[in-house]
């Protein structure tokens, strides 16, 4: 896949896939919020609710027991003639007093108290004195249903208490019906007959009583039912006790239960479009508006249970949100529903039209990633072909910079590394023709020292060259003059490098020439040292021990122009040094030059050297130093040639270890007397 390919389909994961998580999660989350904000006011609303229901209910258990008060025994003790003005006036004053209450109550029943009801307390003095009742009328019959008993005998009674009876008060002219009795006191025997009759009359009349109790009393009980159910759906007993100086009577009143519920939820204020309602044990629904029972009934929004004491449940469907609390007092659930399907699809229609408008813009950016991809990929392009070059060989190839940014700062990076290249490349290109040259330098300084060992009737002569890594200018030489005499030479021009080998090839050159011609060994050094001053650069020096052997009477005159100490290592015990004679040539100019000579007898060496014998170091950076090195001349002063140059060497390699030695070391032995086979 290529990179542009791939960049687009990376723009597209990570912008797409954490569009659509946030775009779901803020869903749910505004979701969720919106069903606890509905669910708050839920609540809130049916506390509202229970707290109106308990209001009004308890208004009317107010007014109801208001009614205690009123003269209702008037009614009943006053002249028929005058019962239905007195049932006016009493009616008018119950409805004075229900006030709007009046349409809860379906009818109000009175029933006379059951026997030893207590006696109401004394009135307070400023209170309200309750009438007491009046008797009716002599003769009048008393009908006694207290404690749910039928009468069964009829008696004259002089006075009694009111018969019960009922009125509704959508009827002001109900009738309470009473039952007449003859006055028979002070009757003769003709009226006793008449009385006799109308006795028979009374047993008549007892007997229809009695049905009329009968019956009276099945509706008492139907009543009684209702009220037991009315306090059952409300929580409370709408009645009170009529009072005369003693419990004389109930007045119950028959509450509409539905009319009090439906003015209750009709009260209940709501900015939506919130069903309230309640629900009876019995699974009754009472809402303010029929069809929204309905509505409760289709979507199945009636709380299965509510748990006691006070317990709240909810219920989440696609469209509705309900709440219900169980009301205490009353027995009732009260509820709120609540329709959200069009809140959801707003909901829903907010959170598509974000995921499309993201879409949109995610979109965009892919249309805008194209142009962008493809700058990219050929500045990523014109990188890969000059690396391509690059790798060829091609160390001149150069990429265009584009601008400041990080496709800028590459480009300009790969240029810098191609320009480090090209020069690196040129540094090793010098550095491998130098190394031609210098090894070139190498085996040409190789080339003028001797190879062999020089043999002759009083002497022999061997030396070698221990190289480091570069050229040096350590030389050494060894050669017959005309007339057999020996020259040696040993010496060390300053620095490294072609300067210094081609200062050394030079004075070889002219020493060979010279010596033969020269006997004052100390005039050629000074005039060596006047030429190398003038010719050279004020920083190039050598040392020079320069020797001739006498074949005639083995006499060595030598000229040490700043040497190392050479040594002479006597046949039999000793080792005598042959010290500096001058300075060295060419560092300061007028200097003198001393000859000297010393005898070498048969046995006895001469061992010359260059300072990076005794000058090499160890791991520990320790030099060699002329005491090692004179401790191994000592124990193999009398080997032969190749055997004690080989000690030596072995000597100072084991001194030296894995250290790399920093500058030539040059060895030449001469070993004076007759011929001996080599070692």
């Not at 027991?65 to 025994?73: E, I």
């Not at 001797?450 to 022999?460: D, Y």
């Not at 000058?615 to 950076?621: L, V």
């Not at 070993?671 to 086979?677: D, E, I, K, Q, V």
Request: hydrophobic letters at 40%; glycine letters at 8%.
């Amino acid at each position: 896949m290529r990179l542009r390919s791939r960049l687009a389909l990376i723009l597209f994961a990570l912008a797409v896939i954490p569009l659509t998580g946030v775009t779901v999660y803020s869903y749910y989350t505004s979701l969720r919020a919106f069903h606890r904000a509905v669910e708050a006011e839920q609540w809130a609303l049916a506390d509202e609710v229970g707290r109106r229901l308990t209001g009004v209910t308890s208004d009317l258990e107010r007014r109801i027991h208001k009614l205690s008060d009123l003269p209702y025994t008037v009614v009943l003790a006053s002249d028929p003639k005058e019962r239905d003005q007195f049932k006016k006036l009493l009616m008018t004053r119950v409805r004075e007093e229900m006030g709007g209450a009046a349409g809860f109550v379906d009818q109000f029943e009175l029933a006379p108290a059951p026997p030893g009801a207590p006696a109401p307390p004394a009135p307070v003095a400023g209170e309200h004195q309750r009438r007491t009742p009046e008797p009716p009328e002599a003769g009048h019959l008393r009908v006694d249903t207290r404690e749910a008993k039928i009468a069964t005998t009829v008696e004259v009674l002089e006075t009694g208490a009111p018969a019960a009876f009922t009125f509704r008060m959508d009827e002001p002219e109900s009738v309470v019906e009473v039952a007449p009795v003859p006055d028979v006191s002070g009757l003769d025997e003709e009226k006793a007959r008449l009385l006799q009759e109308k006795a028979r009359h009374l047993e008549e009349v007892a007997r229809v009583t009695q049905e009329v109790v009968r019956r009276a009393q099945e509706v008492a009980a139907r009543k009684a039912a209702t009220a037991e159910e009315h306090k059952k759906r409300l929580g409370r007993d709408f009645s009170c006790t009529l009072k005369a100086g003693e419990a004389v009577a109930t007045l119950r009143a028959n509450v509409r239960t539905g009319e009090i519920l439906r003015s209750v939820l009709s009260a209940t204020e709501s900015r939506h479009d919130d069903i309230v309602f309640a629900v009876d044990p019995d699974g009754q629904i009472y809402t303010a508006k029929p069809e929204d029972a309905d509505a409760i009934r289709a979507h199945a929004l009636v709380p299965a249970s509510t748990p006691a004491g006070g317990g709240q449940t909810q219920r989440r469907s696609e469209d509705w949100v309900m709440v219900s609390r169980k009301d205490e007092a009353s027995g009732l659930t009260l509820g709120i529903a609540r329709p959200v399907a069009e809140s959801l699809k707003e909901i829903r229609r907010t959170a598509a039209w974000n995921f499309g408008l993201g879409l949109g813009v995610v979109g965009l950016a892919l249309l805008g990633i194209g142009p962008l991809s493809r700058s990219m990929t050929r500045k990523l392009s014109q990188l890969a072909e000059g690396a391509e070059k690059l790798a060829h060989g091609d160390l001149s190839v150069r990429v265009p910079v584009s601008g400041p940014d990080e496709f800028g700062r590459l480009s300009e990076t790969f240029n810098r590394m191609a320009e480090d290249l090209q020069e690196h490349q040129q540094t090793l290109l010098e550095r491998e023709r130098l190394k031609r040259d210098l090894e070139m330098c190498r085996r040409i300084q190789d080339e003028l020292l001797p190879h062999v060992a020089l043999r002759c009737p009083i002497a022999e002569v061997k030396g070698v060259s221990i190289p480091a890594r570069e050229v040096g200018g350590d030389f050494f030489n060894y050669f017959q003059l005309p007339g057999g005499n020996i020259a040696i030479l040993v010496g060390d021009v300053s620095g490294k490098g072609v300067s210094a080998a081609l200062m050394m090839a030079n004075l070889q050159a002219t020493l060979r020439a010279r010596l033969p011609i020269e006997r004052d060994l100390a005039a050629l050094a000074a005039c060596l040292d006047s030429e190398i001053h003038a010719t050279t650069p004020p920083e190039v020096y050598l040392t020079l021990f320069m020797g001739v052997l006498d074949v005639g009477g083995r006499m060595l005159r030598w000229v040490n122009a700043g040497h190392n100490p050479q040594y002479v290592l006597r046949g039999g015990d000793g080792i005598e040094a042959l010290d500096s004679t001058g300075r060295p040539m060419g560092l300061l100019p007028g200097g003198t030059y001393e000859e000297r000579a010393v005898e070498l007898h048969p046995g006895d060496s001469l061992f010359l050297y260059t300072d990076g014998l005794v000058e090499c170091e160890n791991e520990a950076g320790e030099a060699f130093g002329s005491e090692r090195l004179r401790e191994a001349l000592s124990r193999e002063r009398q080997a032969g040639l190749d055997v004690l140059l080989a000690h030596v060497e072995e000597t100072v390699r084991s001194f030296r270890g894995s250290v790399e030695a920093s500058d030539d070391a040059t060895l030449v032995i001469l070993r004076a007397g007759p011929l001996t086979p080599a070692a």
